[in-house]
């Protein structure tokens, strides 16, 4: 058996020796100009053209709502053929990386806004600057610059939120707080619109023995939202904006984030929330909400279908208005943005159908699906009360440029610090100063480094 | 001239002379090359699909790699950061835990249900069979979604104990910091049972009867009956049982990935989570690579360990 054991030993000095992984990738070629020259904004002028297009809008209203833009836009223009391939967000993210460095890579991708994805991508040279789109368009007319913000990053892709544009939102999420309008008159309490009225329902609600804030992390991420809000609460925006997109000049050991950590320590004490909220699965926790289990609820738009469909008009949403301003702050973002890639043969092509996905006729057929549009929401014609009441809150503060960005976009890591940070900040695991420590180490070590 | 000696003269002489023969007098059955092409699409399916998958993550986790661009060489940085960091080194550890509570634990109780029944008929055997060896059926992820509701600060677990007045210890289990990793590893152990109790009974049953009525007869009980008669004979089976439930045990991802995600905190993080982590979240694929490897290596060791076990007289 002494030969095939040298032929397994050459084979695996040969293959280690061999090319570095990723040496072959689509990316090897980044740094040529694309869209450098003429561009063309009129698709029906380009000719046969088959768009590969790999999306995530797989639940119900997304889906709806992407299959009607995609057949009209294949109606108007005839020549044009869209290949859509559908995943779901997990599948989508774990398979986009081989994908989009393939030989040959889809022409439109649904690219998460994070440092991880998006930020990855554009410092590997994958995907096309938009900027020359974003002029010939005139996208900024319509979309405001908290909302372009979410899909810019400088041309090296290490800052986040500033720079070229690299894609384009469909649709809009904002975090702020469902109430039981059932129950915030059983304690003659009106629908609160500051901090402080937030307080005072809480504590009444406490004392009238109901529960007063529906809280479910066992997945984990609720905690970043629940604190993300507190933190709004006492933390100036633009503070957290830096913190958010993980650019230099903040911190997160400050009094004001300490406040916010407190904050959470005492709504636990308190019991203001849950009981054993680390147990119980953020679905379980909505559901609860629905049947009447807690005057309020911090969730993002993206339940807006299902709680209209459990509790009808019993369902009201509200942004707080941070203390000192008059304007309403709020953790959001948009829904993934389709961006364009780098290896595309018709990087015109897959420009226009993204203007097309985005134009103000796409936001109706967005709305009347039963989504939260990116823009222009105001405008919109909605019959149920609570669609109203947060396309309202999501025009406000996108209007007063009051949306903060997830927490987790910080740093690639931070989805995972944060997460357990929080649940073990408010099983008492660990102290509001030594949460913000490890905040801040992570922060430091990565605009530092 | 020893038995041995004359052996290796006599097998040396033949080789010369069959070499000259070409093979005629080889015996029937001896290996010849014409084998190599009878296994020839088995090797190499099981080469692309298993051995160059295999070399080509132990050559990314060499590499500090992205997934996206040109990985560059750090030689064993990877598997230093693995020993240094502790977030790391305790999601091993979680793997070690789970070893008893997958491994361990059913396999003792595999053993004394296999020896109760192995000692008297048990009516309706075919339906206990059948039910303990159920969870073996269901898919993992199914199991995961059904514990988490019994798991659940209002699941039947914490009911039951507010109903027999135990109501202090009813809890969001798999929220609690220290209790989440056992709660996920009692999952593994049901699942477990069901295949080393199968095991068992098979090996028990291959046991004859006269062998039990001549240890009773020279006065063994129950205990000595079992170290006696029913441990060696099923000697084999433990060595299956221990290496199946071993390597489900280290490579759990499934589980922890549905139940926990992980958390709370990193109370219950595993090394394949951490793969799945590092790859597809943080792209840090030559970490995950490495973290893979390391696994891989483990999962082996361990495994020559336990047939070593089984070989022992």
Redesign the interface.
Known sequence: MRRPHCVAVV??AL??A?C????G?A??DAGTPDGAGEINTDPASLGEVTLTVWDQEVRGGQDAQIEALNSAFQDEYPNITIERVSRSFEDL??TL??A??DDEPPDVVQANNGR?DMG??V??G?LTNLDPYRAAYAWPDRFPTSILSYSSYTEDGVTFGEGSLWGLPQMGEVVGFYYNKALLAQLGIDAPVTWDDLDAALAAAKAAGQLPLQFG????WPGIHLFGAVQSRYTPADQIRDLGFGRPGAEWTTEENLQAAQTLVDWVDAGYVT???????PD?AWQAFARGEGVFMLGGTWLLADLMDAMGDDVGFTVLIAPGTDMPVATGGTSLPFAVTDATEDADAAAAYIDYITSSDAMKIVTEKGNLPVVEASEQQVSASLQGEAFAAWDAVTGSDGLLPYLDYAT??S??LL???V??LM?G?TEPSEFLEQLQAEYESFVGG | MSAAEAQTATSAAAADRSARRERRGAPPGEPRRVGYVYVAPALVIYAVFLLFPLVRAVQISFYKWDGLTLGSWVGLRNYADILADPALRAAFGHAAVLVVFFALIPTAVGLVLASVVARARVRGLTFFRTVIFLPQVVAMVVVAVTWRQIYAPDGPINDVLRFVGLGDLARGWLGDFDLALPAVGMVGTWVSIGLCFILFLAGTGKIPRELYEAARIDGAGPIREFVSVTLPAVRNEIVVALTLTVIAALRTFDLVYVTTGGGPGNATTVPSYEVYRRAFELGAVGSAAAIGVTLTAIILLLNLVIARIGEQP
């Open positions: 084979l695996t293959v280690i061999a570095a992984p990723g040496s990738s990316g090897s993210q774990a990386r081989l989009i460095t991880a990855a991508f410092q590997a994958l992390n066992l997945e984990a009981p054993e909220f680390n147990g119980i699965t379980d690639p890591n989805y995972d997460t357990a940070q649940q073990a099983a695991e």
